[in-house]
């Protein structure tokens, strides 16, 4: 494989693709540090609720299960990204992180973990680098597998553009509905978001931040009645 | 106590993901060759400020307050740290005093390095600074997300992915459909499943029928038919059509560990 490429791209031929920085068979390793690294976020997210690698959206999943509300969706959709991205970035060449190791390994396999009552991993430091990465090796060699026996036999990029505009387009839903959110819990708060918004899009910022930030500071000032809890 | 542990903890995680980040971000420049790892859309903004340290870094900046607020706010640092800062920040030490693309951002050792420094920083900057916070005024911030979040995890997401797998051809369309409402039965979210169908009708319109897609379709399966099982979705369906549950289905779930209720 790797031969018929450097006969095939002489203009490459400066980069040595047996090497660590450039060969297939370092990838796993590259896998494997961002996997720990991932996974020990997940890790102070359970402990210290700070540091988790991912979405507000992807990450409230897994915060639905902490408080009692089953981990099955995190589980699932995780494990599916995983899955799906494995194949894809072995296709073509590029491994989507957002999705294979910070929502699969970062929220999916925590979540299937925690719901099978497994929390050492994830409630311990050292632990959680080392199951992240051994996950992480696991799957790079899974893609180089795959990579070996596919390249080359398939064009396709699996729609992956399609999905990638779909995120990116969910993305942008996610400003709005927290200022919805925010006018709802109650009108300061609501006041502080739209404004935050307001001062964050004249800047050319992504609203949800300043959304956010607005109701943060308005929340402190006049905090939001405690809600009964509800079940 | 809590702080130190929180800061030592962030630069280990920081620097081994931002070396990750960095070499594989580099490598995505020789890819299909290389394998590298990233994101396309990483790929296409490196491309659209390559060259230019400033814009590499007030690309990564915007960024950078949007995780700064969500970190603070719920704890979770967005993907925007992995896909977006780290790479552009790296990208943007290395090209100062008007370096080549080619010798920095193209180079997985030096990207490696430079990300493994700003990862260790950046994380441990948003990690502490986000644990300072006093407690109620995350609370606010939870309050106010995790409605916004729900709603679009359930049922925003699904649309917009289903939607797009409509416009996306009669294949995906179809698979789509067909993935997403079981996904949405099974599993309580229509989103992998969307995304599943949107894998194969994609796959299959660009590469026909080939090994890999008949492969694809048939774990996609396996999928859905071990998570149904495991979750007892089996039993459920059974029920809702009113019929009896067969005793040896009863007999398997409880092998599995999961009783049966009649």
New interface residues.
Partial sequence: MIDR?MVE?PD?NQ?N?KSF????WA?PI??A??S???F??T???YT??????????????L?AGMKGGGY??AA??G???L??RI????????????GSI?TGIGIGIPALMLGAGITAPVQS?PLA?ITGALLGLITGYI??GI?KF??G??????????????G???GR??GP??I???C??SIP?GVG?VIGAAIFYAW???I???A??G??IL??FF??PI?PIVK | MHFLEILFESIIIGALVGFAVGAGAARMFHAPTVQGMGAFRTLGELNACAGDAASHFSFGLGFFFNAWASVVGAGAFTQDVDHRIIPNWSAAVLLRKGKRPEDTLHDPKKMAIAGAIIGAIVVAFLNSTAAAIPKSLQDVAIQVLVPAANLLINPVMPVIFWLAALDAGKRSGLWGTIFGGAAHLIMGNAVPGVVLGILIGKGVDEAGWSKVTKILLTSVILLFVLSGFFRGFDVNLVKGFHMGIPGWLAELHKMMGLEVKK
């Avoid at chain 1, 194949?87 to 957002?98: A, F, N, Q, T, Y």
């Avoid at chain 1, 036999?153 to 779909?166: E, K, L, W």
């Fill in positions: 490429q791209s490459q980069l693709l920085w450039y060969g297939d990838f590259f896998v540090f961002i720990a690294g991932i020990a976020g890790h102070m997210y210290f609720h700070v540091g988790a690698f991912n979405d507000v959206a992807i990450v409230a999943m915060a099955g969706a699932a959709f494990a599916s990204f899955f799906a194949l894809e970035g072995s296709l073509v060449g590029i491994l989507d992180i957002g910070q430091f680098l893609i180089i990579r596919t390249v036999q398939s064009d396709s990029t699996f729609g992956a553009d399609i999905m990638m505009g779909a990116n387009t969910s839903f996610l509905l927290i919805l959110s925010a709802t819990a708060v978001s050319k910022k992504p949800a931040g300043g956010i930030l109701a943060m929340g402190a905090p939001i809600p």
